[in-house]
Each structure stands twice: as C-alpha cells, then as structure tokens.
T-cell receptor, first 112, second 110 residues
Framework: EAQVTQNPRYLITVTGKKLTVTCSQN?????MSWYRQDPGLGLRQIYYSMNVEVTDKGDVPEGYKVSRKEKRNFPLILESPSPNQTSLYFCASARGTNYGYTFGSGTRLTVV | GQQVMQIPQYQHVQEGEDFTTYCNSS?????IQWYKQRPGGHPVFLIQLVKSGEVKKQKRLTFQFGEAKKNSSLHITATQTTDVGTYFCAGLPGNTPLVFGKGTRLSVIA
C-alpha cells in the first residue's frame, strides 16, 4: 500500500530533550515536506526537500532540523524542544510540487 | 510570504443544505489543490485544477478555478454527515512550495 509512515503517533517529552520524528514513504516520491498544524493557524510548512541532499526552509523553520540522506526518509529533528513546539506534525510527500501530496497520519507532540 | 486566503473559517449547515468554501490568492497560481481532513485525521488530496476557468466534479463536490487563476471554490451539494471535516485549498504560486489556506471547518447537523 502506498503510504507515508510517521513515528511516533504520540509523544510527550520534556523541554530540552532532543527528539526525532521519523517519516518514510514507499512511493519513490522526489518531494517531501514537514508541516505543523495549530488551531486557527492551519498547516504551516517547516522544511521541505525537492530531492536527496536538498532541503529548504519553510515558513517556520526555527528550532527544527531535517535531513534527506535517502529518498524515502525525511526525519524531523528537534534538538532542544520547547513548549511552543507542542503541536500536531504532518509529513507529506509528492512526485513533485505539481502533484497532490500524500500525508502521513500525524504525530501529536507535547513538550512540557 | 505568499498567502492563500480561505473563507469562511467555519460553516455549520443542516444536513441536505449546500456548502461553499472560497479560496483567494493575491498572485496568479500555477495550480490549485483541494484537501479534506476528517476530525482526528490527516489531510487527504481531493483534486487538482490547472487550467483557467476549469470546473471538475466528484459526485456532489464541484471544484472551480477562476479565470484569472487567483481564486477557487469548492461547492458541496446536499451535504451529508460524512462531509464533516476541514477543507483546505492549496495554491502553487510559481516556483515556491505549495501554500495552504487555513481551511474551512464544516459541521453538518443531522
């Protein structure tokens, strides 16, 4: 089944403790992206990648890191999480920016 | 950055009533996409419009792309409880990544 897999689905962590949210797609998509979703703010893009080893900042990149060492994986790294990073995170992939995105099931992160 | 405005933010309808959400951009869009997110779920791609004035239908859903390629609408005829969710438009303004509107949350009262 074609899908984008995110892990974990839920995570509660403490301020300052480094964490990684994994994202993997099995559709050989070139484009991958991370979004955060907060009430009233919609989907805001954190980082995106047009291809392997190519990453760019989205609208809200502060406090986040990404890497794209292989085509299928696009992990999101929070080096020192803070409470304002409590949010619902989605990974998405697409054949390219001109194609519909496939979203993962989401990761609900709480930073206390 | 680029913005895509979507209205209304919320819409409550009686089952059987029609529903429309609108999307507007200040710049010309290469294409417009529509997504649906059910409560507790993730956004799911519905459709993409590319041509000026394009109209596409999916059962009770009608999607339109404006002549100037700056606006779009999604119209649902005779809403059902299964239509509940948030509908997002997303526009592609040239070479920048897809820009999402903030969505319209639809509630359907049975």
């Amino acid at each position: 089944e074609a899908q984008v897999t995110q892990n974990p689905r839920y995570l509660i962590t403490v301020t300052g403790k480094k964490l990684t949210v994994t994202c993997s797609q099995n559709m050989n998509h070139e484009y991958m992206s991370w979004y955060r979703q907060d009430p009233g703010l919609g989907l805001r893009q954190i980082y995106y990648s047009m291809n392997v080893e190519v990453t760019d900042k989205g609208d809200v990149p502060e406090g986040y890191k990404v890497s794209r060492k292989e085509k299928r994986n696009f992990p999101l790294i929070l080096e020192s999480p803070s409470p304002n990073q409590t949010s619902l995170y989605f990974c998405a992939s697409a054949r390219g920016t001109n194609y519909g995105y496939t979203f993962g099931s989401g990761t609900r992160l709480t930073v206390v | 950055g680029q913005q895509v405005m979507q209205i209304p933010q919320y819409q409550h309808v009686q089952e059987g009533e029609d529903f429309t959400t609108y999307c507007n951009s200040s710049t010309t869009l290469s294409n417009i996409q529509w997504y649906k997110q059910r409560p507790g779920g993730h956004p799911v791609f519905l459709i993409q419009l590319v041509k000026s004035g394009e109209v596409k239908k999916q059962k009770r859903l009608t999607f339109q792309f404006g002549e100037a390629k700056k606006n779009s609408s999604l119209h649902i005829t005779a809403t059902q409880t299964t239509d509940v969710g948030t509908y997002f438009c997303a526009g592609l303004p040239g070479n920048t990544p897809l820009v999402f509107g903030k969505g319209t949350r639809l509630s359907v009262i049975a």
